[in-house]
Structures are given as C-alpha cells and as structure tokens.
C-alpha cells in the first residue's frame, strides 16, 4: 500500500494516511507529525532541490526516486509522485499532494538482477574465450581483462600449481603495480604459506575483508597498493586444486557469501580452461612426438630399402661398368699395336661410344639412387605423379628385370599435378612396387596405372601385381607396423605402415584387394590441391 501525504507550502505535514504512517514506521499520525515534516523525510537535500525544480517546472512529478529516512533513522528507497494545491482565486501554491511508495525490496531485487546479469556476462566470457583460445596465457589475460571490465573489483592475480614443487607461481595479473609485482612471496608462494597457500591446500575459498586485520604476514603490501578485502578462489579441475585466484577490492567487506559462490564458479570456469590449454598443450606435444616417430619411421624403411636397392643396383652398374674395361683394355692394346687403320679408327669410335652411353646410363642410375637416399623435411609443391612413377620403376628396374617381371604403365595423358612432397610420394611408390616385386617370385605382371580429372579431388593411383596374394584374415593388419607376413630376416614390416604414414599426412587414403595364388592390388587416393588438405601438418 502506498502513503499519501498532504503537507502546505513550507512542507508542514497536515495529514497521512495510515499506510504513511506504517511506511515510515511511526505508531500514529501525532507521531510522525510531531517529529518530522515533510522536508526532514528526505536523507539528501538535494533529491529535494530536484523535486522542486521538476514540480516548479512541470507542476507535478512521477516515480521520482529518493531515499527517505523513518524512525530511527532507518533509510529506504521510495517512488514519489508529487501533484502542486494552487488556491484558484489567487493561484498561488498552498501546499503539496504526494503519493510515496516503499522500492526498496524492488531495488534490491532489480539489483540483484543487475548483478547476476554481470555475473552470467562474466561466465559467458570465460566460456567464450575458452572456445576461442588455447593458448594459457594468452587465454588468462583474455579472462582477466573481461573479469575487471565487469567485476566490482580492482585487481585479480591468478597462480598455478606446480604439483613437484608444491609451489604456486603467478601466471596472470591485472590491476597492480609493476613495484607490487616484483615482489618474490608475490611471484611464488608455498602451498600452504598464507591465505593464499591455504586455499589450494584446503580447496576451499578463503576471505579477507578487511585486509589491515587480517594477521596474515604478507598483507602489508597489498595494504600499501590500497586494498582492502581480497577473496582466494581455488582453481578446480575434476575436483583437484590446480591454482589460486586473488581477486582484491579498495572496499573493506567487499565480499559476501553470495559473492564468493560465484567467483567460485568462475574459479571452476578458469580451472577449466586451464586444464584444457593444458591437454592442448600435451596433445601438441604428442602430435610433434607422433610426427618425429613417423619421420623415423620413414627414414628407416628409406635405410631398408636402400640397402635393398644396393644389391641390385651393384649387379645393374657391374655390367655397363665391364663393358667400358673391356673396351679400355681392347684401346689400350690397339694403341701399343700402332696401327690405326680405317677400320681400326673405327672401331675406336664405336668403342668411345660405347663407353659414353654405357658410364651415362651408371651415372643416371647413381643419379636416381641419390635423389631417392637425400633426406629432407617435408616439403610440399605441384608434382607429376607420372614422373615419380617413371623415377621409382627406374630405379628398381634391374631387378624386375632379373625376376623376369614385365612392367606395364597406363597413366593418363596429361595428368592434373597433385600437391604433396615427392620424395615422401616415391617411397611410397617405391614400397609398393617393392612388394609387389617380392610377391612374384616367378616372375609376372606389375600394372601402375593413374588416373583423375582435375575436376575431381582425388588423383587415383594403383599397382597391382599377378603374384601369391594375402589371405584375406591378414588384410585387416598389413598396414600395421612390425606385421609383415614374409619369412623371417626377410622383413620388418615397416614398409606399408609407413606407407600409410605418408599417405595420411598427406589428406589421402589408401586401400587394398587381394586373392591368394591371383595377386595384390593397392588403390591411392591424393588430393589434387592445397585446399583438400585440410589436416595436412607442413
């Protein structure tokens, strides 16, 4: 119910309804009369000054706030709606009518709104720049800024835990001096050591209200900054403390019950955040471990199928290397003869020729074969595949030749280039081509075949061989590393999982078809562009 009050022009109070006189607290109208007058409702003077001014202006008001004071001094929040009494014969003011309505459980109440709406802002923050970050301390100062852009507060440091040490170190802070800061007990505190030590070792909040009282041995220095209550929030993640949170105030008694609960769900919300930075970073860390292994992976089976290539590759520079003695030794005794004859001269020549064709064709294949052992980091451009193909069949040539292998190629005229790193495209070629070779042991058809359009995404390459097959129960595993199924010292089986390493890395796929006694086929696919490779790590 609201009062309503008549008062003259001085603000005398001539009558009040008996809801006025409840509102202010007085048993009776003589009572209030008796010791205030209009004038002596109001706390601040000069909320009156502008209630005059408005009335004078606009000759009534509506919902104009003020705060009043009761008996006992007691101070509430009111509504006031103020009409002017004019006499109408001489038009002059005779006194006020005024409608006063008690807000002050409203105002609390919109407050309290108000508050929760920053805090929610605030918890909406935090998650978004958890979303958005994981970087730790890119991701704090994110979150600390937010916190003092909304909070009621003036300064928030934020430590973790270093669980070896049982030390907590400052990682984030806003709102202190640089002198403050440099502080060592500031810097680092022992678990346990202070209040602040005290919230992560009891994983509990703990409150200073007012900090001049507190008897904790390090508040002198944020007395000396202007502080004055400060609240420690443990930082949780799975319910074990991971930090501390010291939010700090220039207003003693700063923070309530109410208060503390939600620093400590913004506590929960940092200590989430952290954990998952921290995962990210684990997670990197994997990933880079993962990419070193694969990388040594690939540089062993390089080893391996050097030390194949060797071998065959001594038989295959033998014989142009003998033809070449040969023909030295056949010069040599024509020069130490004397006689150069037509005939003989040309013979010479032809035997020159000979010996060039023959120490090109050795240095081609010590050309092929260095390209194929240069180590490099990965390095990704437009190659042609068709290349690569020539390149690996090249240098495995010899020995499907001695193997009584017949190579045949259909690779489409033209072929769309693919984006990847060629060194990494030939091993797997070379790998391929290596086991199907060793899957013919008497001798056979390998077909490569490539194909694609460049309005398609994917480059298809496959090599299939006419040799033993795989059963099928060994499908499922021959991309696995160590599982090979050849005969004892004759494998590691590194050279398909490392196949599939590559393939991986490189955003393709890689499968496989086989018949025991009819032979093997593996299908590539490569993404022809740079865009397709979306989870490529260059």
Do not use: W
């Given at each position: 119910?609201?009062?309503?009050?008549?008062?003259?022009?001085?603000?005398?109070?001539?009558e009040i309804n008996q809801a006025g006189v409840?509102?202010?607290?007085?048993?009776?109208?003589?009572?209030?009369?008796?010791?205030?007058?209009?004038?002596?409702?109001?706390?601040?003077?000069?909320?009156?000054?502008?209630?005059?001014?408005?009335?004078?202006?606009?000759?009534?008001?509506?919902?104009?706030?003020?705060?009043?004071?009761?008996?006992?001094?007691?101070?509430?929040?009111?509504?006031?709606?103020?009409?002017?009494?004019?006499?109408?014969?001489?038009?002059?003011?005779?006194?006020?009518?005024?409608?006063?309505?008690?807000?002050?459980?409203?105002?609390?109440?919109?407050?309290?709104?108000?508050?929760?709406?920053?805090?929610?802002?605030?918890?909406?923050?935090?998650?978004?720049?958890?979303?958005?970050?994981?970087?730790?301390?890119?991701?704090?100062?994110?979150?600390?800024?937010?916190?003092?852009?909304?909070?009621?507060?003036?300064?928030?440091?934020?430590?973790?835990?270093?669980?070896?040490?049982?030390?907590?170190?400052?990682?984030?802070?806003?709102?202190?001096?640089?002198?403050?800061?440099?502080?060592?007990?500031?810097?680092?505190?022992?678990?346990?050591?202070?209040?602040?030590?005290?919230?992560?070792?009891?994983?509990?909040?703990?409150?200073?209200?007012?900090?001049?009282?507190?008897?904790?041995?390090?508040?002198?220095?944020?007395?000396?900054?202007?502080?004055?209550?400060?609240?420690?929030?443990?930082?949780?993640?799975?319910?074990?403390?991971?930090?501390?949170?010291?939010?700090?105030?220039?207003?003693p008694f700063r923070y309530s019950s109410d208060?503390?609960?939600?620093?400590?769900?913004?506590?929960?919300?940092?200590?989430?955040a952290v954990h998952n930075a921290h995962l990210?970073?684990?997670?990197?860390?994997?990933?880079?471990?993962?990419?070193?292994?694969?990388?040594?992976?690939?540089?062993?089976?390089?080893?391996?199928?050097?030390?194949?290539?060797?071998?065959?590759?001594?038989?295959?520079?033998?014989?142009?290397?003998?033809?070449?003695?040969?023909?030295?030794?056949?010069?040599?005794?024509?020069?130490?003869?004397?006689?150069?004859?037509?005939?003989?001269?040309?013979?010479?020549?032809?035997?020159?020729?000979?010996?060039?064709?023959?120490?090109?064709?050795?240095?081609?294949?010590?050309?092929?074969?260095?390209?194929?052992?240069?180590?490099?980091?990965?390095?990704?451009?437009?190659?042609?595949?068709?290349?690569?193909?020539?390149?690996?069949?090249?240098?495995?040539?010899?020995?499907?030749?001695?193997?009584?292998?017949?190579?045949?190629?259909?690779?489409?005229?033209?072929?769309?280039?693919?984006?990847?790193?060629?060194?990494?495209?030939?091993?797997?070629?070379?790998?391929?081509?290596?086991?199907?070779?060793?899957?013919?042991?008497?001798?056979?058809?390998?077909?490569?075949?490539?194909?694609?359009?460049?309005?398609?995404?994917?480059?298809?390459?496959?090599?299939?061989?006419?040799?033993?097959?795989?059963?099928?129960?060994?499908?499922?595993?021959?991309?696995?590393?160590?599982?090979?199924?050849?005969?004892?010292?004759?494998?590691?089986?590194?050279?398909?999982?490392?196949?599939?390493?590559?393939?991986?890395?490189?955003?393709?796929?890689?499968?496989?078809?086989?018949?025991?006694?009819?032979?093997?086929?593996?299908?590539?696919?490569?993404?022809?562009?740079?865009?397709?490779?979306?989870?490529?790590?260059?």
């Amino acid at each position: 119910r609201d009062a309503i009050l008549l008062t003259d022009a001085e603000g005398n109070i001539l009558e009040i309804n008996q809801a006025g006189v409840q509102i202010f607290g007085y048993t009776n109208r003589e009572e209030l009369r008796a010791k205030k007058t209009a004038i002596e409702l109001f706390q601040d003077r000069e909320a009156l000054r502008r209630l005059r001014r408005e009335i004078i202006q606009e000759g009534f008001v509506t919902e104009f706030e003020a705060k009043l004071t009761g008996k006992g001094d007691r101070v509430f929040d009111a509504a006031i709606t103020c009409n002017v009494m004019i006499l109408e014969v001489m038009g002059k003011v005779t006194g006020y009518v005024m409608i006063i309505r008690d807000v002050t459980q409203r105002n609390q109440y919109q407050k309290k709104i108000e508050q929760q709406n920053k805090q929610l802002a605030i918890l909406n923050a935090i998650s978004m720049t958890v979303n958005s970050s994981l970087d730790l301390r890119e991701l704090l100062k994110s979150i600390l800024d937010k916190m003092l852009e909304i909070l009621e507060s003036d300064s928030i440091r934020v430590y973790l835990l270093e669980k070896e040490k049982r030390t907590l170190d400052l990682v984030a802070h806003k709102g202190l001096s640089d002198a403050f800061i440099g502080i060592r007990h500031i810097q680092s505190r022992r678990v346990g050591d202070g209040m602040l030590g005290r919230a992560v070792e009891r994983a509990e909040p703990r409150v200073v209200n007012n900090l001049q009282r507190s008897g904790d041995k390090y508040v002198d220095v944020l007395v000396r900054e202007g502080l004055k209550s400060t609240a420690y929030i443990p930082l949780l993640s799975r319910g074990e403390p991971i930090g501390v949170m010291a939010v700090s105030s220039i207003t003693p008694f700063r923070y309530s019950s109410d208060y503390v609960a939600f620093l400590s769900a913004v506590g929960s919300q940092i200590g989430i955040a952290v954990h998952n930075a921290h995962l990210y970073e684990n997670l990197k860390k994997a990933y880079k471990d993962l990419k070193d292994t694969q990388d040594q992976l690939i540089r062993t089976e390089k080893l391996a199928s050097l030390g194949k290539l060797a071998a065959t590759i001594a038989h295959e520079i033998n014989n142009p290397l003998a033809a070449v003695l040969n023909y030295i030794r056949l010069m040599i005794k024509l020069v130490a003869r004397e006689r150069f004859t037509a005939g003989k001269l040309n013979d010479i020549s032809r035997y020159l020729a000979t010996m060039e064709s023959e120490t090109a064709r050795c240095g081609e294949i010590v050309k092929n074969l260095l390209a194929f052992s240069r180590q490099s980091r990965m390095t990704m451009a437009n190659h042609n595949v068709g290349e690569i193909i020539d390149k690996t069949v090249a240098l495995i040539s010899h020995e499907l030749e001695l193997k009584q292998i017949r190579v045949v190629k259909n690779l489409q005229d033209n072929l769309p280039p693919v984006f990847c790193d060629f060194r990494q495209i030939q091993q797997v070629m070379l790998n391929l081509l290596s086991n199907s070779s060793e899957a013919m042991t008497k001798g056979g058809t390998l077909t490569i075949s490539a194909n694609g359009r460049e309005d398609e995404k994917f480059l298809e390459i496959c090599v299939s061989d006419t040799g033993c097959g795989i059963p099928e129960n060994l499908l499922d595993n021959i991309f696995e590393p160590f599982f090979t199924t050849k005969e004892e010292g004759k494998g590691v089986g590194l050279g398909l999982s490392v196949v599939y390493g590559i393939i991986a890395r490189h955003n393709g796929s890689i499968e496989v078809k086989s018949e025991p006694g009819k032979g093997t086929s593996f299908r590539v696919l490569l993404p022809f562009r740079q865009e397709d490779l979306e989870n490529l790590d260059a």
